[in-house]
């Protein structure tokens, strides 16, 4: 199984942009579809962004798409989550997660592996 550590978090402005990282271990990397999900406090884990085993595909949620985009190096067994254009609503603890699954998930049920997590928060 695939271990996934998350790092990149921090303090921004709106408006600002952070590159959150996933560094994974153990598996095979390229056989699993990887997800960010974030929780921020008193919500439910919500679902960001997910890319397929190759890379190929990529789907987001609506609140983040045109400013977030998700990327994968399966040389280096690394994703990543670029975020820019951000909002005070985007604060939150931002996960990485992993499934065998080759075309990835939207629920946090679909995924068998996550990090400990990175906290962004954005003030206003």
């Known amino acids: 199984q695939v271990q996934v550590v998350e790092s990149g978090g921090g303090l921004v402005q709106a408006g600002g942009s952070l590159r959150l990282s996933c560094a994974a271990s153990g598996q095979p990397f390229s056989r699993y579809a990887m997800g960010w999900f974030r929780q921020a406090p008193g919500k439910e884990r919500e679902f960001v962004a997910v890319i397929t085993w190759s890379g190929t595909s990529t789907y987001y949620s609506d609140s983040v798409k045109g400013r977030f985009t998700i990327s994968r190096d399966n040389g280096k067994n690394l994703v990543y989550l670029q975020m820019n254009s951000l909002k005070p609503e985007d604060t939150a603890v931002y996960y990485c997660?992993?499934?065998?699954?080759?075309?990835?998930?939207?629920?946090?049920?679909?995924?068998?592996?996550w990090g400990q997590g990175t906290q962004v928060t954005v003030s206003s």
């Open positions: 997660a992993a499934t065998p699954k080759a075309g990835g998930a939207m629920q946090p049920l679909g995924y068998d592996t």
